[in-house]
């Protein structure tokens, strides 16, 4: 079945950097564009970043334009998020999704993984 597993999330002070990672299974991933959303406390879901199958092209939240990066290895079928400068409104649980209707630029996904903590204080 369809699984998606997200890793790298973490404690890291304001201005700092992580890299999240999604590895999927259970479909052809080469296929599929993915996505990107978090989801604050006691916020709604937010779509961050998306990118098509092949790559490219990509598509990017006001919110984090300019400082976070999607890209996907589809030989190692994992989909990655590397984030740089961040602050402390980026605290949130990170998930990698399978957006609706193949489209990277889709605010609505079918599938999502568990979520991977990040944590963004001094």
């Known amino acids: 079945q369809v699984q998606l597993v997200e890793s790298g999330g973490g404690l890291v002070q304001p201005g700092g950097s992580l890299r999240l990672s999604c590895a999927a299974s259970?479909?052809?991933?080469?296929?599929?564009?993915m996505t990107w959303v978090r989801q604050a406390p006691g916020k709604g879901v937010e779509w961050l970043a998306g990118?098509?199958?092949?790559?490219?092209?990509?598509m990017y939240g006001d919110s984090v334009k300019g400082r976070f990066a999607i890209s996907r290895d589809d030989a190692k079928n994992t989909l990655y998020l590397q984030m740089n400068n961040l602050k402390p409104e980026d605290t949130a649980v990170y998930y990698c999704?399978?957006?609706?209707?193949?489209?990277?630029?889709?605010?609505?996904?079918?599938?999502r993984g568990q979520g991977t903590q990040v944590t963004v204080s001094s």
């Open positions: 990118i098509d199958s092949g790559g490219s092209p990509t």
């Open positions: 259970g479909f052809t991933f080469a296929n599929y564009a």
């Open positions: 999704a399978r957006p609706l209707d193949n489209f990277y630029g889709a605010r609505v996904y079918v599938r």
